[in-house]
């Protein structure tokens, strides 16, 4: 791999890697950088602001990301398989493309953009299933300097229109239709809903998948085979600045509407490389798979740009774990020889629910490490994991990070590092995270808890929300002024090792997906039955936390009634944001318990939801005492 020098092979080069990285990180950044292709070098390697939120890294510097993802490996690597893709369905076509013909379609999609007057700046956003288009309109963007916004293609309507307008994006990358296991779902149909109320929307391009007829709207909407037909096969490469967007990922906050996390060249690409080919310890002929969805951060920068950067062979599956059966994962390992496979927590729990043998009946020989991410894994899905899938043989890489890190930044590397399930481990090199009080000072020495934070910047952060600097600032540095702050919960070992807890805002993490509870909450309140609403998290087997709404309905709903309203609550949450966040329990109230001052107790509900009624703690406070009682009674 190009840049061996970086390459951690042992726990002592970890330990030594660390301690230069905080010693000295400038030196230790531009050793890591130093073999990726730039135009022009940097001229400052970090510029730190973890008050105001300003953080650079790499300034000065020139490049374009898709030539570290594809141009520097046509030497040496030109005819390895790059992107390796298996359908929905297992007895259709698998597509496999080496790094030269991904190249080249790179190059074609990118002049397709051209000629439709996309330039570089201009917001695209994509809306697409799982297919190998997806993957090449992110780079293509990326190639001539466009920044992407991928909405994860399980979005309503609203979901697409309100981040569309929140980036003023000027074209929609989409398809006809999607396969999801047994459904089909007509994603252009969704497009178009959403791009009523989209006037920055100049150009809508079609990639053909399912050949399902669809609308297509004249002057705005053309299809992306017959553009393909007449663009040409090469396409250079814009020179970017290093600290020029190139994506915006909308991420649920614990206030208000989502907010676009934006990410910029030169550090995000140093910081995708760096610790994929660390985390993962990938050897030149592996073949590596990452579950999960382009549309979320994982997607991005552990199925596609970390990969490619590394020149490794990367395998996007378009369906989902259960279909044709539960023991598809399995199959797909076996059929491809993958030897890194990293999933969610949620999946292995949904798996672990279905008979042992389908996972038994295949060899998963070729399986050497194991990865998990997006939200804490228990202790038995962990062991089932490690003894069912990796045979007991292999490492787990359980890897705490967020949309707005960029990568990996809690985690054991490889084998190489102490594994203990259900802790992320330790901080990767640049990484100096520390433990708050709630009132911000740093809690000192081992087996402590408390809010975790990082004290210094690392080049794959995040460098503002789209369009309002100030909500960045607030939320990730306003708190504790000087450190970035994560918003999870987080637990130091007698060994030093991290075990993250949870979220400590009013977010919480479905299925791995994270959604505020504000968020859903202004979803159902735009139902005609809804007066008000408060949402809560609780425990839930398979998806980590399962969603309860408690409800207040303008007038009394008869007991007859309950399924009809409980259905449209439903109805509208899936309108306004999508399958993803349908509430699990919905109870409906005639109040919520609030402080005299009107603010809902949520800690009160939290517990009601959890079924932890016994210790609900002072509630003498409450405006309405009687109204727990009630709730209580009507749990869910
Ligand atoms: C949670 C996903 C425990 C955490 C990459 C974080 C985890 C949020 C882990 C970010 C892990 C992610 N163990 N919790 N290994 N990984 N989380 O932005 O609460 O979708 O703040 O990024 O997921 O979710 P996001």
């Known amino acids: 791999m190009p840049t061996q020098h970086s390459r951690i092979r042992t726990f002592e080069e970890y330990t030594d890697a660390y301690k230069r990285s905080v010693e000295n990180p400038e030196q230790f950044w531009a050793d890591v950088a130093e073999p990726f292709t730039w135009r022009r070098k940097w001229d400052t390697v970090v510029k730190a602001d973890l008050v105001g939120g300003h953080n650079e890294w790499f300034s000065g510097a020139k490049l374009n990301i898709t030539e570290n993802c594809l141009d520097r490996h046509l030497a040496t690597r030109g005819n390895k398989l790059a992107l390796i893709w298996e359908p929905n369905d297992p007895k259709t076509r698998q597509i496999r493309y080496t790094y030269r013909e991904l190249h080249q379609e790179v190059c074609r999609f990118a002049n397709v953009l051209h000629n439709n007057g996309v330039e570089k700046g201009d917001r695209v956003c994509i809306y697409m299933p799982m297919i190998p288009q997806l993957a090449i309109a992110v780079l293509a963007c990326a190639r001539i300097g466009a920044v992407h916004s991928v909405v994860f293609a399980g979005f309503s309507a609203t979901a697409i229109a309100d981040r569309v307008n929140d980036a003023q994006a000027t074209t929609v990358l989409t398809s006809d239709g999607l396969n999801r296991g047994a459904r089909q779902i007509p994603v252009k149909r969704v497009v178009d809903e959403a791009l009523e109320t989209c006037p920055s929307v100049r150009r809508v391009i079609v990639v053909e998948h399912l050949g399902w007829p669809v609308h297509m709207e004249e002057g705005r909407d053309v299809w992306y085979h017959e553009e393909a037909l007449e663009a040409e096969k090469s396409c250079p490469a814009e020179e970017m600045d290093a600290e020029d967007m190139l994506f915006i990922l909308y991420t649920s906050g614990s206030t208000g509407k989502p907010k676009g996390v934006v990410h910029t060249q030169a550090g995000y690409m140093v910081w995708a490389d760096y610790t994929f080919r660390n985390v993962f310890q990938v050897q030149e002929n592996d073949i590596y798979w990452c579950t999960a969805d382009i549309g979320w951060v994982t997607g991005h920068s552990y199925l596609l740009y970390g990969p490619l950067l590394s020149g490794a062979s990367t395998l996007m599956f378009e369906g989902v774990p259960t279909y044709p059966s539960a023991g598809r994962f399995w199959e797909v390992i076996d059929k491809h020889g993958v030897n890194i496979f990293y999933t969610a927590p949620t999946a292995i729990r949904s798996l672990m629910a279905t008979p042992l043998d389908n996972v038994l009946s295949y060899s998963l020989d070729s399986l050497r490490i194991l990865g998990t991410v997006g939200e804490p894994i228990n202790v038995e899905a962990w062991d089932w994991y490690h003894t069912h899938v990796g045979k007991e043989r292999c490492p787990i890489v359980d890897t705490w990070w967020q949309t707005e890190t960029g990568g990996i930044m809690i985690s054991a590397l490889g084998s190489i590092s102490p594994l203990k399930p259900a802790h992320a481990g330790q901080p990767l090199p640049g990484v100096q995270p520390v433990l708050l009080t709630q009132e911000g000072k740093e809690i000192e020495g081992n087996e402590e808890e408390g809010y975790l934070a990082i004290k210094y910047p690392w080049p794959g952060m995040i460098r503002t929300t789209y369009g309002d600097h100030e909500r960045c600032r607030q939320t990730y540095f306003g708190a504790y002024p000087g450190y970035y702050f994560t918003g999870d919960g987080a637990r130091r070992d007698k060994d030093g090792l991290y075990r993250i807890i949870g979220r400590v805002d009013d977010v919480i993490n479905v299925s791995g997906h994270r959604f505020g509870t504000a968020e859903i909450e202004n979803a159902i309140n735009e139902n005609a039955y809804v007066v008000e609403s408060a949402v809560v998290g609780y425990p839930h087997d398979v998806k980590g936390q399962g969603i309860y709404?408690?409800?207040?309905?303008?007038?009394?709903?008869?007991?007859?009634?309950?399924?009809?309203?409980?259905?449209?609550?439903?109805?509208?949450?899936?309108?306004?944001?999508?399958?993803?966040?349908?509430?699990?329990?919905?109870?409906?109230?005639?109040?919520?318990?609030?402080?005299?001052?009107?603010?809902?107790?949520?800690?009160i509900l939290r517990k009601v939801a959890e079924g932890e009624i016994s210790n609900l703690g002072d509630t003498t406070t409450l405006l309405d005492p009687g109204i727990v009682e009630e709730i209580i009674a009507g749990k869910k």
């Open 549 to 603: 709404a408690f409800v207040i309905c303008g007038e009394p709903v008869k007991p007859n009634q309950l399924s009809h309203v409980e259905a449209s609550i439903i109805e509208t949450v899936v309108a306004e944001i999508g399958k993803i966040a349908k509430p699990d329990k919905i109870q409906i109230v005639s109040g919520l318990p609030k402080t005299r001052s009107g603010k809902i107790m949520r800690r």
